[in-house]
């Protein structure tokens, strides 16, 4: 499975991003799918995942209310809408691929493919 993220770039404070994710090579509908970030100097933290459906999503407590993730089956892309953004959400974005669904979608371990990334900077 590729994944190509795309989206990113520099917004001021309080601004919006809408990230998205194209996946290819495998049968996407068939996948969970999170969304990660990596700020300078931190590890790679969860921020969200949605089910194979759409029908069920998970947030981080940081960006629950903020953020919204969904996907397109159909065109093979999940996205990630960032409303309300704050400097402390700058950090490269990364799309996964979960193959395992065991529920651990907070879990880098939980994700076998990962996307390239896509640098997100919010100034204040």
């Known amino acids: 499975v590729q994944l190509q993220a795309s989206g990113g770039g520099l917004v001021q404070a309080g601004g919006s991003l809408r990230l998205s994710c194209a996946a290819s090579g495998g049968t996407f509908s068939r996948y969970g799918m999170g969304w990660f970030r990596q700020a300078p100097g931190k590890e790679r933290e969860f921020v969200a995942a949605?089910?194979?459906?759409?029908?069920?999503?998970y947030y981080a407590d940081s960006v629950k209310g903020r953020f919204t993730i969904a996907r397109d089956n159909a065109k093979n892309t999940v996205y990630l809408q960032m409303n309300s953004l704050k400097p402390d959400d700058t950090a490269v974005y990364y799309c996964?691929?979960?193959?395992?669904?065991?529920?651990?979608?907070?879990?880098?371990?939980?994700?076998?493919?990962w996307g390239q990334g896509t640098l997100v900077t919010v100034s204040s």
């Open positions: 996964a691929v979960d193959t395992y669904y065991s529920g651990s979608y907070s879990s880098t371990y939980e994700y076998d493919y």
């Open positions: 949605i089910s194979r459906s759409g029908g069920s999503t």
